[in-house]
């Protein structure tokens, strides 16, 4: 049995937050004085999680990454990784991570099973991190980063969300930083996810796309993980940078996941209110199959393709409450 929606996007991929809290305040995801955090007894113990992962991949998921707010802040996610790792079925287990604390957990996360990492970061320079972050945590990241390398994790991909006059200078330096780390450097564009969303300063990267290929001879490519990032390559195959591009140039027609917040609210859409309470049902005592039959039939209710550029004010949830 096979998860697919009436559109024919068969869903194998789920993104899992495991928590809401963080310890950075990027400008464009969180407010400074976010307060709107879930109540502990709301968060799904890993017992659910891994109950609701195992019923998910009996309908096919193949692959799981675990976000947040920052997930390294969850106790025990070392543990939890494990767990989700042995579920028969899951074939890919990633994590998205500010890399503030990959110093200490990375041995014990590779150990547990984590594959991949993407690892975000939007600039080089101390003053502009702390701008952006609102915390003074550079040197953590790169040292989290040049951990994660020696331990082996592979790929590394850096996500750099591209902000209009604050950042987008620095794609030389984060290039020869990539180039030099061995890294996959990624640029995001922003979404209006929440009031710091929509004030963020969003610009199209179709325009840096066209010029980088005229003025370097690069070409589309392909790089394995499932996601929507397109990436030029050089010919050589030497080089290659990522786009996503939710905005300018959207990717929904492919989409192939569903989110999974901490509270145990099962998002259909980053970008619309669609959603289906697990929490509630696990609680209630629902069996194993009647859960499958809702899981079933939210899928079918899944949004043909979000709304941010007709209605960027629709979503007020901040991104790190869903789970980017
Ligand atoms: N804390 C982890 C991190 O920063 O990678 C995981 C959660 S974070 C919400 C996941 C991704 O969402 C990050 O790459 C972040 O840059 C991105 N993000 C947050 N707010 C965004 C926004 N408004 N538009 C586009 N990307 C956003
Ligand atoms: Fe935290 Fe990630 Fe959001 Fe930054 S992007 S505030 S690190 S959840």
Redesign the pocket.
Known sequence: MLLTDRFGRRIEYLRLSVTDR?DLR?A??MPSDFSGYEEPEHWLSFDEIERLVGLFARFGLRRVRL?????LMRNGLARLAGRIKAIPGVEDLSL???GTQLRKHGQALRDAGVDRL???LDTLQPARFTEITRRDALADVLAGLATAREIGFAPIKI?M?WLAGVNDDELEAMVDFCRQGKFILRL????P?GE??RQ?QYASLQPLIASLKAKFGLIDGLIPGGGPARYLISPDGLFSLGFITPMSQHFCATCNRVRLTVDGILHLCLGQEDRLDLRSLMRSGESDESILAAIQASIDRKPERHEFSERPEKIIRV??ST??
Not at 67 to 71: F, R, Y
Not at 188 to 191: A, K, Q, R
């Open positions: 963080c990027c464009y995801c976000t947040g707010g920052e997930p998205s991570t500010n993407n690892v975000s996500n969300v995001i564009e922003t979404m996810m710091t969303g963020s991104m790190s789970g980017g």
